[in-house]
């Protein structure tokens, strides 16, 4: 089964509001990162946070990560149009040295103007 | 050109035939990845690679062949393509954390 499950799934907002979207897992892990996916591309790299750091940022994007709770939450400030995709949670699976990426299930965001 | 690529970008096979994805990368990054992508269930994961001649199974190997001779090229192969694989698939590779996405392949199997 895969290691992360964002909440929602479909998250609809106006411009300049914020978002925040969130995401579980399942075991132990060294990093997670967040991916982007506009429709019809592939995933583009955001941001990553290490299992030792509590909160990180990065321009508009702030990211916190709970490891007694196995969870992480990434959050979009002064949202615009073009901030429109797909959002996708990633984690290393520890019995493979964290190196086997395994993804959630995503989040969809729809900036409206 | 620097990157990674995936061809064919779209393929409409039948039932039962055989047909190969390709992926090309030009990082010699170690670790390779094919995905899928349904409605519903995100990414999935097929197959993964650690280097040449290194692969392992992920989530839904089932029905997929991989091979991995040369550390920048990861083909995927279904060996006989059924309906079930009609899907959007997705290569990465990954150097040391973040990993790199291919623009997909979208499979049709009529």
């Given at each position: 089964?895969?290691?992360?499950?964002?909440?929602?799934?479909?998250?609809?907002?106006?411009?300049?509001?914020?978002?925040?979207?969130n995401c579980s897992y399942?075991?132990?892990?060294?990093?997670l990162?967040w991916?982007?996916?506009?429709?019809?591309?592939?995933?583009?790299?955001?941001?990553?946070i290490?299992?030792?750091?509590?909160?990180?940022?990065?321009?508009?994007?702030?990211v916190t990560l709970d490891?007694?709770?196995?969870s992480s939450s990434l959050?979009?400030?002064?949202?615009?149009?073009?901030?429109?995709?797909?959002?996708?949670c990633?984690?290393?699976?520890?019995?493979?040295?964290?190196?086997?990426?395994?993804?959630?299930?995503?989040?969809?965001?729809?900036?409206?103007? | 050109?620097?990157?990674?690529?995936?061809?064919?970008?779209?393929?409409?096979?039948?039932?039962?035939?055989?047909?190969?994805?390709?992926?090309?990368?030009?990082?010699?990054?170690?670790?390779?990845?094919?995905?899928?992508?349904?409605?519903?269930?995100?990414?999935?994961?097929?197959?993964?690679?650690?280097?040449?001649?290194?692969?392992?199974?992920?989530?839904?190997?089932?029905?997929?062949?991989?091979?991995?001779?040369?550390?920048?090229?990861?083909?995927?192969?279904?060996?006989?393509?059924?309906?079930?694989?009609?899907?959007?698939?997705?290569?990465?590779?990954?150097?040391?954390?973040?990993?790199?996405?291919?623009?997909?392949?979208?499979?049709?199997?009529?």
């Open positions: 089964s895969q290691q992360g499950e964002e909440d929602p799934q479909a998250l609809s907002i106006q411009e300049g509001e914020n978002a925040t979207m399942k075991t132990s892990i060294n990093n990162q991916y982007r996916q506009n429709s019809g591309r592939g995933l583009v790299h955001l941001i990553l290490r299992s030792n750091e509590r909160e990180k940022h990065s321009g508009r994007l702030r490891t007694s709770k196995k959050l979009i400030t002064a949202s615009r149009a073009a901030d429109t995709a797909s959002y996708f990633a984690t290393g699976e520890m019995n493979t040295g964290f190196q086997k990426l395994v993804f959630g299930t995503g989040t969809r965001l729809l900036v409206s103007p | 050109d620097a990157g990674i690529t995936q061809s064919p970008r779209y393929k409409i096979t039948e039932t039962g035939r055989q047909v190969t994805l390709m992926c090309h990368q030009t990082w010699s990054h170690s670790y390779m990845f094919w995905y899928r992508q349904d409605l519903g269930h995100g990414l999935r994961l097929i197959y993964y690679s650690a280097a040449a001649d290194i692969t392992d199974k992920g989530e839904v190997p089932d029905g997929y062949v991989v091979s991995r001779s040369k550390t920048e090229n990861f083909p995927l192969t279904l060996e006989s393509a059924t309906r079930s694989q009609t899907s959007v698939y997705f290569c990465a590779s990954r150097g040391s954390l973040e990993a790199f996405f291919g623009q997909g392949t979208r499979l049709t199997v009529v």
